[in-house]
């Protein structure tokens, strides 16, 4: 349960207002919430927690100390856990519920039972995952609707829940009592039998824009971010969405891009512009790291991990030199990147197993999409499958880096960072939906501030 807090001085009991049904039927959206400010909780209280600039009310389900305390946090009604909270997270323990005690809602007796209930869904949920037992499931789970079942087979309770059970009977009416039988097939493990492979050059161009990408919302929180850029040079540009965008912002874009598919729509785009935005597109077939430029560019834009693309970290250094060479003294650089700490927490993430992520609308009509990841050394193999009875294997290679490695990179450049966001909207890395890392990073002009380098 996410709650509202009004700013005060946490010296004695704090009131808030709840946010959401996670700890259904204790607590429900709107309730009043009181805390006693502490760091020291117990199995089964009810704590409070700060996460970045949100605050959250869930049970703790287990503890720890090695290596300092820490709290095994979940909502009642929720599927997963949040993971261990460090103690100097904690910010409080729940002793009312809407002027009501905490004890008298629910007893001691009453909250320990609902504390182990959770724990026990944990440690099942790590039985089936983590040892040979994982192998039985991993079989069943082949199947997409097993595996979106599964958490409601450790954790029957949630079946009622109000926050999951629409989710349950969406599962059943999808899987069972829709006409979208599909949901039982699967790309078969013999992929040159039904499976179409599109060869070299990215040649999915036609997919890339309509499935991967984070579509206008994202291309219009960029531009925000960026603001009114001058004259941008677009890395990895693709098929020109952000360029056209940025475009009609008043900027001059050159985009950059190694795909002849991609450079041959941001062509076909460049030329549908109104008249009096001709000349304010140009579009380069060409990889970043062999691209020559003087210092034309107020800003450059890597969008969608065109980093990653890239064969090794020396490649990665050697694109970045480019670029530094590209911008005048000053000129800003936005690194976007996938930040792996998020996509390592996910359910099967690198385990080479096709995964089902639902209907995908395309001008032909709807297309199923699954996917699958295999981490090898540093790099990630990431397939997309797209169809019906007949699969489209889309498959990508990138550079998997960690937060480190990439700053390193940047700082080699004689860039300076001056902000990371989590995404687009610019939230912190530790939001739940920090899927990216995104480095907003400044040339410098001297490393005593007083002129530019020599080139």
Known sequence: ????????????????????????????????????????????????????????????????????????????????????????????????????????????????????????GYRLDQVFFETWI????????????????????????LIVAPSTRRQFWNVLKDGFLGSRFNLWWHPPKDEGRRMRRHSGDYGHAYYYDELFTGGNAEVSSVCDAVGTAGFVLDIGGGSGRLAEKLVYGGS????????????????????????RLKGRLGVVHGGVEQMVFDERFDTAISLNNAFEHLTSWFAVEQALGKVRLALKPGGRLYVDVHNIEHWHRLPFWGRWRWLDEGSRQLPEGPERLWSRTRLTGNRLTWDHAVGRREFTLCRTSLLWGTRSQWEAAILANDFRIEAVWGNWDRVSLDHPDARKLIFCCRKLVSRDGSQSYSI
């Open 134 to 157: 994982g192998q039985i499931r991993g079989h069943l789970t082949t199947y997409p609707i097993f595996e979106k079942l599964f958490p409601f087979a450790v954790k029957p309770w």
């Open 1 to 120: 349960m996410a709650i509202y807090m009004a700013p005060q001085l946490e010296t004695r009991e704090v009131t808030l207002t709840g946010i959401g049904p996670s700890q259904w039927p204790l607590c429900n959206d709107g309730d009043q919430i009181t805390y006693l400010p502490t760091k020291s909780l117990r199995f089964s209280d009810l704590g409070v927690y700060r996460v970045g600039v949100t605050t959250v009310c869930h049970r703790v389900i287990a503890t720890r100390t090695d290596g300092g305390r820490s709290y095994l946090m979940k909502g009642d009604s929720r599927l997963n856990d949040d993971g261990w909270i460090a103690e100097e997270a904690i910010v409080g323990r729940v002793v009312r519920v809407n002027n009501r005690r905490i004890d008298r809602l629910a007893p001691r007796v009453f909250a320990r039972s609902i504390g182990l209930l959770n724990y026990l």
């Open 252 to 275: 001059r874009v050159t985009l950059l891009d190694n795909s002849e598919t991609m450079v041959n729509k941001a062509f076909e785009r460049a030329r549908r512009m109104p008249t």
